[in-house]
């Protein structure tokens, strides 16, 4: 599985915007880039997922680098309840294959 | 709509007893996988079930194996229980498996599995 890359943690003020990114340099043409997040006590859960344009949802944006090298989640105004581990995944389909999970980066909300 | 259901929450079992942890996927979902995450860590995949077969497995010892029933849900099993394998035990259920599929898998919260 190709490996991505993500900054342990980061902090964000609420209502402002977070900017998480990813480095992926050794994706593949058929990898598809998938975000989930995992609050605490909980299980993982679905954000967003792309394969090379730019993606929208109500939950966030992904942006994708017109390499595909990288890539940034995007949410427009933090609350508090997006204070999680956020993990980013490369997947060669857009479900069934098994998603392999790195250490993620813990995003810190300050109200 | 109920999503993924685990049980039970918690448990506490003796190294070298056998444990046996259960899923319900979410509704309209006929794919289950499990996933193991130690503290502090990522989780880590174990199986996936479709059509009640094992479809792929990951990383693990034959100590862990699985089942899934005609109604979609599923079963964890481990034998000789290790302290290593204190952990949160995740199912995660989708729709299919393969590439025409729906997109995301739904994640339970997961039992607590400590060994003493």
């Known amino acids: 599985d190709a490996k991505t890359t993500q900054p342990n943690s980061m902090e964000s003020n609420e209502e402002e915007p977070v900017h998480l990114p990813c480095n992926h340099s050794t994706i593949s043409g058929t990898d598809y880039i998938h975000w989930y997040r995992q609050l605490p006590s909980q299980g993982p859960e679905y954000v967003i997922h792309?394969?090379?344009s730019n993606v929208n949802n109500r939950m966030a944006s992904l942006a994708i680098a017109e390499d595909r090298k990288s890539s940034t989640l995007i949410l427009h105004r933090a609350t508090l309840r997006d204070a999680a581990v956020y993990y980013c995944?490369?997947?060669?389909?857009?479900?069934?294959?098994?998603?392999?999970f790195g250490e993620g980066t813990q995003l810190t909300v300050n109200p | 709509d109920a999503g993924v259901t685990q049980s039970p929450t918690h448990l506490i079992k003796t190294r070298g007893q056998q444990v046996t942890l259960r899923c319900s996927p979410k509704s309209g979902h006929d794919t289950v996988s499990w996933y193991q995450q130690a503290l502090g860590q990522g989780p880590q995949f174990i199986f996936q079930?479709?059509?009640?077969?094992?479809?792929q497995r990951g990383n693990f010892p034959d100590r862990f194996s699985g089942h899934q029933f005609p109604n979609y849900s599923s079963e964890l099993n481990v034998n000789a229980l290790l302290l290593g394998d204190s952990a949160l035990y995740l199912c995660?259920?989708?729709f299919g498996t393969g590439q025409f599929r729906n997109y995301g898998y739904t994640f339970g919260s997961g039992t607590r599995l400590t060994v003493v």
């Open positions: 995944i490369l997947s060669p389909l857009p479900s069934g294959s098994r998603l392999t």
């Open positions: 995660a259920s989708s």
């Open positions: 792309g394969l090379t």
């Open positions: 079930y479709y059509e009640e077969e094992e479809r």
